[in-house]
């Protein structure tokens, strides 16, 4: 029989030991999608972004023909990354583009976080790429959207039945949270969640004005 002991799955995730992809959150792409509200999609992207830059993961930003078609990134993401270089490209596959594949080498993670549009193109072209390279490959959901609901479904459970650990977007947040006793990015977790987590945000917020209560007793 097992022996419990109080340490953490080694599939969870930990803000040093992954990159995060996010791949073209990009105007022209968003106006097709409906697998998802677009502005429920901004939201998570949000989330994640602001999430990332303040925990210091390791994250490319990438976007496809975006001078001559698909627009600029959700002005979300040069919020949460100020000056971050932005690795365009012609392929719909990121991980065909030498740049991008260069930038996951020189950051040296064999984990993989992505997210992006559209779920069954711009996501599923890398994220089989990397697993047949070697690599551990996470998706956000939630983070992600197609042109329909089901496009966006088929796609995931194509890369699920590859071997792609899913996720969600206030899941990845807490996921690198983690522990409420983690003083210094308590204050971080919490912000983020009372702005982009929904009714769980709204419940931080009350229970911290109406009686000053807090997650952990910070």
């Not at 792409?29 to 409906?34: C, D, Q, R």
Request: hydrophobic fraction near 40%.
């Amino acid at each position: 029989m097992p022996t419990a002991s109080p340490v953490p799955g080694k599939t969870l995730l930990t803000p040093g030991d992954h990159t995060l992809i996010l791949i073209d959150h990009q105007s022209q792409m968003a106006f097709a999608t409906h697998s998802i509200d677009v502005a429920t999609l901004r939201n998570n992207v949000a989330l994640i972004a602001k999430g990332a830059a303040g925990f210091g993961v390791s994250t490319i930003l990438t976007t496809v023909a975006e001078k001559s078609f698909s627009g600029p990134l959700f002005p979300e993401l040069p919020e949460a990354f100020p000056g971050a270089t932005v690795y365009d490209r012609t392929s719909m596959n990121a991980w065909e583009d030498k740049q991008v594949t260069d930038q996951v080498n020189a950051f040296g993670k064999g984990r993989l976080v992505i997210a992006g549009l559209w779920t069954s193109v711009c996501i599923v072209g890398p994220t089989l790429s990397a697993l047949d390279q070697g690599f551990e490959v996470y998706v956000i959901a939630d983070a992600c959207g197609d042109v329909t609901a089901e496009a966006h479904e088929r796609a995931m459970q194509r890369m699920i039945q590859a071997g792609v650990r899913p996720m969600t977007s206030v899941q990845y947040l807490l996921e690198l949270q983690r522990d409420w006793a983690r003083g210094e990015t308590y204050g971080l977790t919490t912000g983020i969640a009372r702005v982009h987590a929904g009714g769980y945000g709204l419940g931080i917020q009350y229970a911290k004005t109406m009686f000053g209560a807090s997650e952990g007793g910070h």
